[in-house]
Nanobody
C-alpha cells in the first residue's frame, strides 16, 4: 500500500506559479508510475502529468510547456511546477501512484484556484 500526501495548493493570480508536492510513504523508485491528475467542478478527473519507472513523461496538451513534473527519490516526493497559470487550471489536484502490479493509489487532493 502507498499513502500519498499532497501539499502546495492555494490561490494564485493568472500568470502566477505554484509548486505542488506529493510525499509517498514508500520508495517511489520502486513504483511503476507516478503522476498528477486534476478535477474541476462538474468535470471528470483528467491527467495532468505522469512519469514512469523508465523516466518517460507525459503531459496533457493543455499544460505542455507550462507545467513540469519532477521527483526526488531520496525524499520519496514528486513535484508539479506550474507556471503561467490560467483560470482554467483551477481544480483539485490529485497525486497518483501505481505499483508494479498496477495497483493505483490516490492522495486526498489539494485545491488550486487561479483567479484575480
Amino acid at each position: 500500500q502507498v499513502q500519498l500526501v499532497e501539499s502546495g495548493g492555494g490561490l494564485v493570480q493568472p500568470g502566477g506559479s505554484l509548486r505542488l508536492s506529493c510525499a509517498a510513504s514508500r520508495s517511489i523508485s520502486l513504483l511503476y508510475a507516478m503522476g498528477w491528475y486534476r478535477q474541476a467542478p462538474g468535470k471528470q478527473r483528467e491527467l495532468v502529468a505522469t512519469f514512469t519507472s523508465d523516466s518517460r513523461t507525459n503531459y496533457a496538451a493543455s499544460v505542455e510547456g507550462r507545467f513540469t513534473i519532477s521527483r526526488d527519490n531520496a525524499k520519496n516526493t514528486v513535484y508539479l511546477q506550474m507556471n503561467s497559470l490560467k483560470p482554467e487550471d483551477t481544480a483539485v489536484y490529485y497525486c497518483n501512484a501505481q505499483t508494479l502490479l498496477r495497483q493505483s493509489y490516490w492522495g486526498q487532493g489539494t485545491q488550486v484556484t487561479v483567479s484575480s
